[in-house]
């Protein structure tokens, strides 16, 4: 079974564009989630999409915003790049359900480097 | 708030020397605790989940504990590949999101 896919692996941008990045679920998943992990710091959540909605966001400014689609993969889009924003984006799926627990899995993650 | 630590921060063991990662919480209604492990710039993955104080899972050479305020990664004899930043994290009943710890990072030097 196909684990959770994330696209670009990495991707250079400079100060001020804008960069999209990509996810594909495990099949099956309804839920998608995003995080960022900067060098050396935790994973802080982003975004949850679920069913096509955005569930939650974290403590981060509006120009982090995402999108899911139909068929449940999902991108994330950073607007007016900062060079703060430099980190290890990550993609998680999970089943949502309130009578299971569910766990998220995690892909490889996009390396995201803004100069 | 719902809040995780992890300690320690950095730990060094020698191949076979048994030690355990602590992590402590605090969430209004545990639905459940999550280990994951973490190599250098990929993905965590998925170690356990546990759901109730008193529950222990295993696997290989980690056994991971649940009390009501913390959780144990126990881990026994390991070796130079079980190096990595283990990644605590939780979730609770009224909400979806998880809340990560800032993770231990291990080596276990041959």
């Known amino acids: 079974e196909a684990g959770v896919t994330q696209s670009p692996t990495h991707l250079i941008k400079t100060r001020g564009q804008q960069a999209t990045l990509r996810c594909s679920p495990i099949?099956?998943?309804?839920?998608v989630y995003w995080y960022q992990q900067a060098l050396g710091l935790g994973l802080q959540f982003l975004l949850w999409?679920?069913?096509?909605?955005?569930?939650n966001r974290g403590n981060f400014p509006p120009r982090f915003s995402g999108r899911q689609f139909p068929n449940y993969s999902s991108e994330l889009n950073v607007n007016a790049l900062e060079l703060e924003d430099s980190a290890l984006y990550l993609c998680?799926?999970?089943?949502?359900?309130?009578?299971?627990?569910?766990?998220?899995?995690f892909g490889p993650g996009t390396r995201l480097t803004v100069l | 708030e719902d809040q995780v630590t992890q300690s320690p921060e950095a730990l060094r063991l020698q191949e076979g020397e048994s030690s355990s990662l602590n992590c402590s919480y605090t969430?209004?209604?545990?639905?459940?605790l999550f280990w994951y492990r973490q190599d250098p710039g990929k993905g965590p993955e998925f170690l356990f989940t546990?759901?109730?104080a008193g529950e222990e899972k295993e696997k290989e050479r980690l056994k991971a504990t649940l009390t009501k305020k913390e959780s144990f990664l126990h881990i026994t004899a390991p070796k130079p590949e079980d190096s990595a930043t283990y990644l605590c994290?939780?979730?609770?009943?009224?909400?979806?999101?998880?809340?990560f710890g800032p993770g231990t990072r291990l080596s276990v030097l041959p």
């Open positions: 994290a939780v979730q609770a009943w009224y909400g979806q999101n998880f809340v």
């Open positions: 546990l759901y109730s």
């Open positions: 998680a799926s999970s089943f949502e359900s309130v009578s299971s627990y569910n766990e998220q899995f």
């Open positions: 999409y679920d069913e096509g909605e955005e569930r």
């Open positions: 099949s099956g998943h309804t839920s």
């Open positions: 969430v209004s209604g545990l639905r459940g």
